[in-house]
Structure formats: C-alpha cells, structure tokens
T-cell receptor
Framework: NAGVTQTPKFQVLKTGQSMTLQCAQD?????MYWYRQDPGMGLRLIYY???????DKGEVPNGYNVSRLNKREFSLRLESAAPSQTSVYFC?????????????????FGPGTRLTVT | DAKTTQPTSMDCAEGRAANLPCNHS???????VYWYRQIHSQGPQYIIH???NNETNEMASLIITEDRKSSTLILPHATLRDTAVYYC?????????????FGEGTQLTVNP
C-alpha cells in the first residue's frame, strides 16, 4: 500500500515550458487535491476533485489546469511555466466527498514535487 | 471560513508534554478543528480532529474549550522526531470535497 505517490520528485523548467505533475493514490479515496507551498509559508490549495469526473478551483488556480483521469489519478498541468510557480507541489487524497458529519475528512499527502522555474 | 491564530514558534524538552494552542474565535457550530503537522521537506501528516468533545488517539490529545473558540493539541511525551510545523485548521464546509486552509502554523522544536 504505497499511499499517495507523486512524480517527478524534482523538476527544473525554463520560463514558458509546460509540464504535467502526476499523482496517484491506492487507497480508493474519492477526493484528491493539489496544493503548493512556497518557502516559509503554509500550503495553498490550487485545485481539487471531490469525486471522479469533477474538479473545482481552489485558492490559487491561475496558471494551472487539472485532470481527474480516473479514481486513482489526478494530474496538474502547467501550460506555460513562470518563475512565480517555483514551489513545492503536494498532492493529497481523502475518503470523504464532504457533507455534514461525514467521516474520513483527513487528507493523506504525497512526498511532494520540487519545481524550479528559471 | 473561520480563521485560526497560532504562536509562531514553541520549544519543548524531550520527554515532556508539548501543549500547542490555537485560537479560532469565529468558528461556526458545525466546523471541525483539525491538526496536521509537517516535518521538514515532507508532506503534511494528519494528527487528530474534533468537533466539540476532547479527542485522543495514539499520536496526541485534542482539548477543545466549551465555547469552541480555542483548542490545544497535546503531545504527551515529545520526542526529537516531533520537531515539526503544526497546523491548526478549521475545515471549510463544502457541498463536495473537503478543503483545508493552511495558515503558517507553529514551529515546534523539541530539544534534547
């Protein structure tokens, strides 16, 4: 049981290049999330997917797109990378699809992708 | 969304209890309090959550005041491996999904 896995672990891009960050979970979770963490700061939500087939914007969605490929996989795409997108990107998953009193809201995080845009 | 306030940093001696406070005075009646921690360079790790009652698990205890405006995370016997940033989060209720809003957290340093 690997939990949440992310690839790649490290990436360096030049301004204007594109790339896709991959995330997969093997816990049969409904919801998946993408966060970014800038140095010395807390995590900020980019996009999330409450269930297979749905995606929604988080706090900082500009410059990103996502795809919920199936229940296991949730990818994050940078179409034209900018230096401001230099950050550590974390993927997470949780069992819950929300709702009052719903159990399983705890999120499980992957190890992160360290992205540098020059 | 309810905002949380935590001290920027705290120190604790190894083997002693670490008590991490959190204020969430604008919490609404059905919002949960969650605690996560992040050890340097790793992804955050879920610790515990609660609504009204105090909670305990194998990692920690969570004490929520009766008016729910503040809470305390207790690590009963802190070890060096507990050195991390601890985040107190009030869950945003959504019709779908379960977004967490991370603040800057408390840097806990456990000293030998």
């Amino acid at each position: 049981n690997a939990g949440v896995t992310q690839t790649p672990k490290f990436q360096v891009l030049k301004t204007g290049q594109s790339m896709t960050l991959q995330c997969a979970q093997d816990m049969n979770h409904n919801s998946m999330y993408w966060y970014r963490q800038d140095p010395g700061m807390g995590l900020r939500l980019i996009y999330y997917s409450a269930s297979e087939g749905t995606t929604d914007k988080g706090e900082v969605p500009n410059g990103y797109n996502v795809s919920r490929l199936n229940k296991r996989e949730f990818s994050l795409r940078l179409e034209s990378a900018a230096p401001s997108q230099t950050s550590v990107y974390f993927c997470a998953s949780s069992a819950s699809t929300g709702g009052e009193g719903t159990a399983g809201h705890e999120q499980y995080f992957g190890p992160g992708t360290r992205l540098t845009v020059t | 969304d309810a905002k949380t306030t935590q001290p920027t940093s705290m120190d604790c001696a190894e083997g002693r209890a670490a008590n991490l406070p959190c204020n969430h005075s604008t919490i609404s009646g059905n919002e949960y309090v969650y605690w996560y921690r992040q050890i340097h360079s790793q992804g955050p790790q879920y610790i515990i959550h609660g609504l009204k009652n105090n909670e305990t698990n194998e990692m920690a205890s969570l004490i929520i005041t009766e008016d729910r405006k503040s809470s305390t995370l207790i690590l009963p016997h802190a070890t060096l491996r507990d050195t991390a940033v601890y985040y107190c989060i009030v869950r945003v209720r959504e019709t779908s999904g379960s977004r967490l809003t991370f603040g800057e957290g408390t840097q806990l340093t456990v000293n030998p």
